[in-house]
């Protein structure tokens, strides 16, 4: 009798509602923020991860699915980020003048010890955002993940964000790490006494107790961060305040692929069990675009793991559908500020909403939300935020209305 292979599972009928209900109800999210699927195959050149990934990374090191075909060598993927990032370049997407916002779900391939929550065959859920180094987009994509565990619904989770600053930053984080740990060499597990010399940030992740301690006690700050990647963070934090989105920081926080930079966060659930606790993660990967041959773009994702979701999901899910987009038009720094907490009120509500993120002029914005076939556009500027109101355009006869922060949301679901 033939069985399955280790670290694999078979999902069975009486199991697979769950499963849809999950992806419904993701997709649903994601439509409320504008974000589109996009699904690349399964199997990659295995160079694309070496290149992406980093060749000292434990999954190109120990967890890849290689195929060898003569002089050809192809991977199984083992996460989505960098077949994304591969399909928007050689697809030309760049050259559409749009942002590209994108969701993913299916399976990634790692051989790795099974265990509870980890399986050699596993699934994500998750979205990349290619096209801007706006922080106000950070704070979406984390309210966004945010968004997506209360309606799955997950409880008891925290979010943990740390910001490993520009490529300058993190040699600067390399070197004060290195100079830290030299005294406590002798005492990291083997692996790590291998990190030190390759990759020494993933010293920070590791799971070894005896390595958590040293970590525990290095103290890090974020005096490695120049003025401008700061700015950048403290923006983010207070963005995602603004949105009542707890969070704590950490400065030993990493994420163990090379291509992060800037904002990096993760997601933890003490249901999954000490040494795999994460439901998620994510970051910013500013430089990956234009190291796999496109343009010098910021972007920045992250993603669930299905099975790890269902491990911490306590009830049945929604399989509402959504509706129509409303586009956002902020004309000001105080007006984006301020657009964030508008955005969120109106996907909490249940009304799909987006903004731009590029910079736009007016003309340009509402050009956008035409092209989106926005059937209304919103426009904030300093006199509207003087007043406590916005202004409503409704994009099929050009009508427009000011209207009271308070009932906007009851205007636009009428």
């Known amino acids: 009798m033939f069985k399955r292979v280790p670290g694999t599972r078979d999902i069975l009928p009486d199991q697979i509602k769950q499963w849809q209900k999950i992806e419904q109800v993701s997709r649903r999210v994601f439509s409320l923020y504008n974000y589109l699927e996009i699904r690349p195959p399964l199997i990659e050149e295995s160079s694309l991860y070496q290149r992406s990934l980093g060749d000292a990374t434990e999954i190109v090191q120990k967890q890849m699915f290689l195929i060898q075909k003569g002089e050809d060598s192809y991977a199984l993927r083992p996460e989505g980020t960098a077949s994304i990032v591969r399909a928007y370049i050689e697809n030309n997407l760049d050259k559409t003048g749009n942002l590209f916002k994108s969701y993913y779900m299916g399976p990634m391939f790692r051989m790795e010890r099974p265990q509870k929550g980890r399986y050699r065959q596993f699934h994500h859920i998750g979205c990349e955002v ?23 619904p997950v409880k008891g989770y925290s979010i943990v964000i740390n910001s490993l600053g520009c490529a300058d930053d993190k040699k600067r984080l390399t070197a004060q790490l290195r100079e830290k740990l030299q ?32 970590v ?7 005096g490695h961060l120049c003025d401008p990647c700061r700015g950048h963070f403290e923006t983010v934090k207070a963005g995602l305040a603004s949105l009542n989105v707890k969070f704590e920081v950490s400065s030993n926080l990493v994420r163990g692929l090379d291509y992060y930079t800037g904002t990096v966060f993760e997601i933890k659930h003490d249901n999954l069990g000490p040494q795999q606790d994460a439901l998620g993660a994510g970051g910013r990967y500013d430089n990956l675009v234009s190291e796999l041959g496109g343009p010098q773009t910021g972007a920045i994702g992250f993603a669930f793991g299905v099975e790890r979701l269902i491990l911490a999901s306590e009830s049945p899910l929604t399989d509402a559908e959504p509706e129509k987009l409303v586009y956002l038009i902020s004309l000001g720094d105080t007006a984006k500020k301020q657009g964030v907490i508008v955005l969120n009120t109106l996907r909490n509500a249940g009304i799909p909403a987006d903004t731009d993120y590029e910079g736009k002029s007016l003309k340009g914005a509402m050009r956008k939300a035409n ?4 059937p209304f556009t919103l426009i904030l500027g300093d006199n509207e935020l003087q007043k406590n109101t916005i202004v409503v355009k409704n994009m099929g006869n050009g009508e427009q209305k000011e209207i009271s922060m308070t009932d906007l949301v009851k205007y636009l679901s009428a």
Not at 133 to 150: G, M, N
Not at 188 to 204: A, H, M, P, S, T
Not at 216 to 222: G, S
Not at 371 to 374: G, M, N, Q, S, Y
């Open 130 to 152: 290619i096209g801007s180094r706006s922080p106000e987009l950070d704070v979406e994509i984390i309210a966004l993940a945010d968004q997506l565990l209360c309606s799955y």
């Open 183 to 214: 005294n406590s060499l002798s005492d990291l597990c083997d692996d790590c006494k291998v990190r030190f010399e390759q990759n020494v940030l993933r010293i920070l992740d590791c799971k070894n107790e005896k390595c958590k301690e040293i």
């Open 216 to 222: 525990q006690k290095l103290e890090m700050r974020d």
């Open 371 to 374: 092209d989106l076939k926005a």
